[in-house]
Nanobody, 127 residues
Framework: QVQLVESGGGLVQTGGSLSLSCAASGRSFSTLTMGWFRQAPGKEREFAAAISRDGLTTYYAGSVKGRFTISRDNAKNMVNLQMDSLKPEDTGVYYC????????????????????WGQGTQVTVSS
């Protein structure tokens, strides 16, 4: 079992920055692919970013590419999402997700690929 706890959400103006963190426990962190998803009010949960278990490969949704950066620290069991140049459409609940990775190339972009989820943290970008 993997436990995930997000932190770092909040309110920011358009063009501002926020950094989200996710602390993982319960399983060797280096065996997990980590992802960030978000869900806006009235919308489906959508993929934002993912990072391979070794941290060497990342993948971003087109809507956040160039503005968001995902990173991980396997020594601290943490994954981070640095969000810059935020827009009102980035508003939503952000969820940290983990998947047991058989290989370092396992990098799912769909929610069904992840078996563990955090409780979410609210990000609000005001216009």
């Amino acid at each position: 079992q993997v436990q995930l706890v997000e932190s770092g959400g909040g309110l920011v103006q358009t063009g501002g920055s926020l950094s989200l963190s996710c602390a993982a426990s319960g399983r060797s962190f280096s065996t997990l692919t980590m992802g960030w998803f978000r869900q806006a009010p009235g919308k489906e949960r959508e993929f934002a970013a993912a990072i391979s278990r070794d941290g060497l490969t990342t993948y971003y949704a087109g809507s956040v590419k160039g503005r968001f950066t995902i990173s991980r620290d396997n020594a601290k069991n943490m994954v981070n999402l640095q969000m810059d140049s935020l827009k009102p459409e980035d508003t939503g609940v952000y969820y940290c997700a983990a998947a047991v990775a058989v290989t370092s190339q396992y990098l799912p972009k769909s929610a069904v690929g992840y078996g563990y989820w955090g409780q979410g943290t609210q990000v609000t970008v005001s216009s």
